[in-house]
Every structure is written in C-alpha cells, then in structure tokens.
C-alpha cells in the first residue's frame, strides 16, 4: 500500500503552460481521501537531492489557479540529467520522506528519470508509484500527438512570423528568424501557419528533418528574391549538414556548449547572424536582418493556447487518476481522435524515456522548404481560438503624369 504523501517537481525548460499542469496534480490530488500531503520540489530533481521541498497543500486554490494561468515553473526546474547514481539519490529522498506517488513534470530526459527511479523502487521493494507528465515546446515525446507547451510556443511563432512578414513587405529584403528544435523541426514549422495571402511569407521553412546544404540555401533565397522582391525564412536551430555536423558549429569560429557537451544553441544569435552573413556576402543583397527568437518561444505572457490550457491541466489531472486507481507507472499520452478531441493514455516508461519524435513525412512538403497541408490541419485545432488576423489594401491604382 502507496503512503498519501506526493511529490510533484517540474523539469527542464519552462512552458507557457507548465503551472496548469502543476496545479492540476495539486488539485485532484487534494480531492482524493487517501492523500495527506502534496509536496513540491523546488528546482527539479536537484530539489528532490537537496531535499529542499514546499507543502503544496497549504496554498489556497484561489492562488494555485493564478499560477496555473502564469507561464514559466512556479517550482523552479533544473537541466541536471540524472544517471543511475543521481537516480538512486533521489530515491533514498523518496524513501526517507515516505513519498508514495512522484510526479515529474518535463520532457525526454525527465521521462527516464521517472523510469529509473521507478526501477530503484521496484528492486528496493518500495511501494512507489511514479509517473511522468510530459511537457516540451519541442513536441518531441514518442507516443503522443502533441505535447503540452508545443500549441502555445506554435501560436508564439505563428504570429511572429506573420508581423516578420509585415514588416517585411513594408520594407522589403531579406528576414532570417531562427527557431528553437534541436533535432524536432514542430515548432519552426508552426511558422506556416502565420500565412494568409499566397505570398505571404515564411516563404522558405528549414527544418531539421532535412538536410541542409548551404549552396542550395543561398539559391533558394536569391530565387524567391528574384521573385517577390524580399524573402522570409524560418530556420530550425538544429539545422545540420549530411554528416550530422550542426550548421551554427559549421560556419562559426568558437562553438559554445552546455552542461551535457551538446552545441549550445538555443539563447544565442550566432547562426542568425552567421546565415545572413553568408546571404550578403555571396548574394550582395543589403537589406539582410535576422532574429532568434530564443527563450521568448517559451513563457511568453499573453500569446496562450486556450487549448494547451485546458490539455496540460488534464494531463496532470490524469495523472494522479492513473497513479490512484490505475496502479502502475508510465507517462501520460495526448491521443487525437475525431475532427478534435483528445483522449488520455498512461504509456510504458520504457516507449517514451530516452526516445525522441522528429517530424513525420507526410508533414513536409517534398523541396523540403516548408509544411504540406496535413500538417497546417494538424497544427490549426491546437493554436487555439482568437488568433489574430491580417489585411492589406486594395489599391486603386491612380494613373502617371509625369512618369509615364
């Protein structure tokens, strides 16, 4: 028999919705009998090992619904990535605290925590149910349809991309925005969606699941220069050669990388920078800007998804269901069905831990420079509603005098 005492933690990076899915655990939690305690551990699995813990159940729900409705990790997060021996710390926490069901908010490598700890607990005997609530503006997770975070940091990048656009036609050249998916191109694909007139751009999409070559690059730009007269283009930060090599490490002099060794990419202007380097040098075209959009994709206040809302409350919601009444571990699962609507599943730890979702196929179209329609039907329903809108003039043209 569990003990009634949870702990729920949040990992790696913050979502515009990660908090709905925090109070979610809270909440149902709070209703089941069983449950004496709701714990909360500050700054990830780091805070479980430092035993630096809150008692969640002491906040009133008036205030838990004002932090489920504000982006960012209320409990603060962490990227440590956890090994077997990281792993079994945060078990003998597990165990001294007498925690019967842990929540772990997070992505791919949150997901293998869960699995491990939830391995040392089943070796050890220990009465732990443990199950992963997955989050990623990535949209990366094997086994679901969509991943909470994704739809709001889409509806992010759509409308960027359609005010870039603007601007763009207002002043024509050349516009580069770089979009974070190290090896998922979802996110920079979303850029598609912030289209309405047939020439609007991002008229070239880079992603990912495509390798990419330089030269075709730049002939790409100068074609669609050469025709509407100015260019966008949306640019996946893990754009890489045929090797496998990441591009930004290609035409960089110094190459920045994060604790785990991985090329850092995201928060830097560098291959922005560097591509549209490459496009004024080799195309003389002057009017060249890019922009990273960098962590403004993540927790941006006021550009949430209505549906990513409720989705990652129901998730968490879920959760605490599976964990009480189900008894076994997993991680939870957005499973489509219908025209839209969502049904919920509890997948094995070991389909999810470790494994990563690119881009299917049928999602991108066969240049390779941008999103067919089943993926702008895929995206659309998760956007949300109350997406803005843009117009243009209808010129009449008045006839030349002097300029004939």
Same mark, same amino acid.
């Given at each position: ?26 909440? !149902? ?196 220069? !050469? ?178």
């Amino acid at each position: 028999m569990s003990s009634g005492k949870i702990l729920v933690a949040q990992g790696g990076g913050p979502t515009a919705v990660i908090n709905q899915s925090l109070a979610g655990v809270v909440l !149902e939690a709070r209703r089941m009998q069983q449950v004496t305690r709701v714990y909360g551990a500050l700054h990830g699995v780091r805070g479980i090992v430092d035993e630096d813990f809150v008692d969640l159940g002491q906040e009133t729900s008036a205030n838990l619904e004002l932090v489920a409705a504000t982006p960012s990790s209320a409990l603060g997060s962490t990227r440590d990535k956890p090994d077997i021996p990281y792993c079994q710390e945060i078990f003998k926490v597990l165990q001294a605290h007498e925690i019967g069901h842990f929540f772990y908010i997070g992505g791919n490598d949150s997901s293998d925590t869960v699995r491990i700890v939830s391995e040392e607990a089943a070796k050890a005997g220990y009465a732990l149910r443990c199950v992963h609530i997955p989050k990623t503006i990535d949209n990366d997770l094997v086994g679901s349809d969509h991943t909470p975070g994704f739809p709001s940091a889409a509806r992010f990048v759509a409308q960027a991309f359609a005010g870039a656009n603007l601007d763009n036609a207002s002043l024509p050249g050349v516009y580069v925005g770089v979009v974070m998916g190290r090896h998922a191109g979802f996110l920079t694909a979303a850029a598609a969606l912030g289209r309405k007139f047939p020439d609007d751009g991002p008229h070239l999409i880079y992603l990912p699941e495509r390798v990419f070559v330089l030269e075709q690059f730049l002939a790409d730009v100068k074609a669609v220069y !050469e025709r509407y007269g100015r260019c966008v283009v949306a640019v996946s930060e893990g754009i890489h050669d045929a090797s496998g090599a990441a591009i930004a490490t290609l035409l960089s002099k110094e190459v920045e990388r994060d604790a785990h060794g991985n090329v850092q990419l995201s928060g830097t202007g560098a291959l922005a920078d560097l591509l549209c380097d490459e496009i004024k040098s080799k195309l003389g075209i002057k009017r060249v800007r890019g922009d990273t959009f960098g962590y403004l994709q993540r927790s941006f206040l006021g550009c949430v998804s209505d549906v990513d809302q409720r989705e990652a409350r129901e998730v968490a919601e879920k959760a605490v269901q599976f964990a009480m009444w189900g008894g076994r571990d997993g991680s939870v699962a957005i499973q489509r069905s219908g025209d839209y609507a969502v049904n919920y599943a509890l997948l094995a730890l070991s389909d999810v831990a470790g494994k990563t979702r690119v881009m299917e196929d049928e999602f991108i179209s066969a240049s390779g420079t941008d999103v067919t329609d089943a993926f702008r039907l895929y995206l659309r329903p998760l956007l949300g509603s109350g997406m803005p809108d843009a117009f243009r003039l209808r010129p009449a043209r008045v006839d030349k005098i002097l300029n004939k």
